[in-house]
C-alpha cells in the first residue's frame, strides 16, 4: 500500500486491518477503484491466487572446499564424481533433468570461474553429469593449486516417464535406481568409488 493510498484511507477514519475489512464496499469502490476491493479481501484474509507450498528450483548445486590446496588433478577428479552422484541423486529424488551442467573451480589465489556445457537432451544420470564436469575440468583447470570444485545442475525440466532410451542409458538410468535406494537406506558413504579408494591413504 502506497502512501497517498495510505492517506485517502487516514482521512476516512481507516487506520487498521480491522477498519479496512468493515468499511463498506461500495464506498471503498469510489473512494479506491477496483483495488479497493482487493485490499478489503486481503484484510479479511481472502486470497484466491493459487497456494504455492514450494518455489521452482532453478538449479541444483554440490561444492566442496578442500581442506588444503590440491595439486594432484586425479584428486579433482575423484571429488568431481562424487559431486556428480549428489547432483545426480538430487535431480532424480526431484523428478527432475538437467540440460546444462556447470563446473565451479577456485583456485589459491581465490580466483574462481565458472563454466558451463550445454546438452542436446537433458539428463539426471551420475555419468553423465560427471562426464560434463570432467570435460569441464581438462579444458579449464588452468594451473593447481586448487582450493574448491563444484558442480551445478541447471535449465530444469521435469522427468518424462515415457521417452525412450538406447539400451546403454537404460542400464546406467538401472544403475542410478539401485544407488538411489541403496543410498536412501544407508547413507551417502555407501557408495564409494574406486578411484576415491586409490586416491585414500
Given at each position: 500500500?502506497?502512501?497517498?493510498?495510505?492517506?485517502?484511507?487516514?482521512?476516512?477514519?481507516?487506520r487498521t486491518v480491522g477498519d479496512l475489512a468493515a468499511f463498506p464496499e461500495k464506498s471503498l469502490?469510489?473512494?479506491?477503484?477496483?483495488?479497493?476491493?482487493?485490499?478489503?479481501?486481503?484484510?479479511r484474509g481472502e486470497d484466491s491466487r493459487k497456494l504455492e507450498t514450494e518455489h521452482e528450483r532453478k538449479s541444483i548445486s554440490e561444492e566442496t572446499t578442500f581442506p588444503r590446496d590440491v595439486f594432484d588433478p586425479e584428486r579433482v577428479l575423484v571429488t568431481l564424481l562424487e559431486l556428480a552422484g549428489?547432483?545426480?541423486y538430487r535431480l532424480r529424488t526431484r523428478g527432475l533433468?538437467?540440460?546444462?551442467?556447470?563446473?565451479?573451480?577456485?583456485?589459491?589465489?581465490?580466483?574462481?570461474i565458472t563454466r558451463d556445457l550445454t546438452?542436446?537432451?537433458?539428463?539426471?544420470s551420475d555419468r553423465e553429469i560427471y562426464r560434463c564436469a570432467e570435460k569441464l575440468f581438462l579444458c579449464h583447470s588452468g594451473r593447481p593449486p586448487w582450493r574448491l570444485v563444484g558442480v551445478r545442475a541447471s535449465t530444469l525440466e521435469r522427468s518424462q516417464q515415457l521417452s525412450l532410451y538406447p539400451p546403454a542409458a537404460d542400464?546406467?538410468?538401472?544403475?542410478?535406481r539401485v544407488k538411489d535406494r541403496l543410498r536412501q537406506k544407508y547413507g551417502r558413504e555407501v557408495l564409494v568409488s574406486a578411484r576415491r579408494l586409490r586416491k585414500d591413504p
Open positions: 500500500m502506497g502512501p497517498v493510498t495510505e492517506k485517502k484511507l487516514g482521512a476516512y477514519g481507516i469502490v469510489r473512494l479506491l477503484g477496483k483495488s479497493g476491493i482487493f485490499l478489503q479481501a486481503y484484510a549428489d547432483v545426480g533433468r538437467a540440460k546444462t551442467i556447470s563446473l565451479k573451480l577456485r583456485f589459491a589465489d581465490f580466483k574462481t546438452l542436446a537432451e537433458s539428463t539426471d542400464g546406467e538410468r538401472e544403475l542410478d
